[in-house]
């Protein structure tokens, strides 16, 4: 199995570690940001101008997928590689964590002491798997963990993930412990499954879920590294602060294979990527950089803020009216090296099209570009202090 | 006046003629079709893309950019060269022409017999000039000739246009009489200050009015012609069917200095194109091929039509779905190299702004092609075999 993937640790320090992922659409650099194509488009990016910021790999979203248009139509059109120009890497979830992450309400809601709430969309939790309703048509679905597998083999990316449930902060130790067990289960069966149709084409993933609790992590991490996954993916709450994720995350990551690569699931902002590199995640995937895109929130370096505490320059605000520099000046990305921050704020407020796809642009660049950072800083020995030169105050 | 631009007919064939029209920033092969970036952006594309599909000049709006950001804004932006990104030739309208449009109603709720009304933004029409609101803030707003010169002048296009009041169909005789008059007088106003500050980096277009009145049009081509304008535009209304415009537009052309390029304001879609071209119209601007692109509608050639009576086809349609055909087979756009009419219609399904960039390169270039057809049967003397071929049954 996993004859056309390979991952090599180049060089490690500390938990920190250069690696090489090898699929069959390329080699990856790792730690590398993944970044996310949901519905099989970077949104606003036609491929070329992704490539051009020297991306190496993309995701997209097995759940929105199989809603629409389907994973059949998908197939039809030559699976996620042929369909979307992208000729890279590619990786696909599994669509758990938007069946529970919709169903349970979201994280904001349960911060501020809302009720828990079991949304429109999911309507049942069962050890055969979830049965939910589309949100495009109302239809009931029903996704098991050979359901998963068949349709992210539909869909043809490099790397893919066992079905499991995504359990929130605010779930009882009993419950996640139950939960963490049936994952195993799906993840078992989504392995079998997966073995059944393998074809060199694809790679597998299990999810390493257990919430804050060390021994239900010990749990699934132990199940994970005895079995024929290539990777590992730490899902699941990862804690109610900033310090208790990048505990899980420590604490996950020193029970994992280290032969594995290891992704973590929807993270993060700058200062996550760099807490998570020190901790030896190799691939992080979030759709932080594209989405405040469009919001008109450009990244920028330490030395480039206007606001220490802000990672992002607003492009909206009244001072960029005018404001003939580009986002940033020793950024080489093309919306730097083409437009300034008053043409950007001028497509903004005009709410043209081109403002969105610009400041995209420049966010996946500057996200490439910091893992490029992290990687150098990690040879040189010197990520920790990068660390605290990018950490905010 | 005018040592930086040139216009040589190069081939004629009958009316039509291949040109070639020299500006600042480069040189246009006409006929030629002028892309619309209204507001200082080609919706949905980075310039990049708007290049690589051989487009050879863009058209922005004055009235659109006095509104937002404001001229000085553009100004202090380096110009719409420099804020754009565009190296290439641009022109920019009067501003009267939305002044005016806006101020009558459109032309749809006149030919279902609707009552003429004044809209809201135009406050009064006078000898010194418009008065209107501002659709950004309400503000009172006046433009004068004199004005809609320095705003053109701070936008920096390379050929500029002359303010004139726009009169539509059902305007009567007399009135666009007293009307055409004071466009021509409005037309002195603006050479005059065209000439105040001509430093050689702009040229500036008469505008011909008339409406459908052989003797107002002669009157206005004959100020024209007798005035130091580097080139014409034919505005105003032309009839109220195509073949009444085709007539007027004939009967304006037949007046015109032949040494001067011709424009055709709004005009057109793809018959209209061949049509303009036969009677010797030499550059084109309209929203169409980028408008209905973000519709879904992709142009398509005779032998790729599914309806002979549309020249595009609907990529909204159910037909497409699942369809792994690009738009056009014989088509050298990146959207149809790389491309299903399948994945098209799955984003605009999906809202994904990528398929309004994606639509919009293959019209682009699809124009862009079209337009060097008609410049190769000119020179083939094939251009009315080609109307036959393309027009519309």
Redesign the interface.
Known sequence: MYKNFDFKVLIEHGNARIGSLRTPHGVISTPAFIFCAT???????????VKDCDTQIILSNTY?LML??GE??VR???GLHK???WNGPMMTDSGGYQIFSLGYGSVSEELKGKQRRRGASLIKIAENGAYFRSYIDGSLRHLTPERSMEIQRMLGADLVVVLDECTPFHTSYDYTKESTLMSMRWATRSREEFERHDDGSQALYCVIQGGIYQELRQMNCEFANDAAFFGNAIGGSLGSCKQQMYDTVQMTNSMLDKGRPVHLLGIGNVVDIFHGALLGVDTFDCVYPTRIARHGAALVKPANRDNPSKEYINLNSAHC??N?DPIESDCPC?TCK???R??L???L??R???A???IT?HNIRFMNDLMQLVRRAIANRTLERELAIWNLN
């Open positions: 519905k099989a488009s970077v949104k606003s990016l036609d491929m070329r101008a929105h629409q248009p059949k139509t039809t059109l030559g369909m979307t120009g009216r005018g003939i093309y083409t437009h300034s008053g043409y704020h001028h497509l407020k005009a043209e099209l081109l969105y796809s610009l642009i």
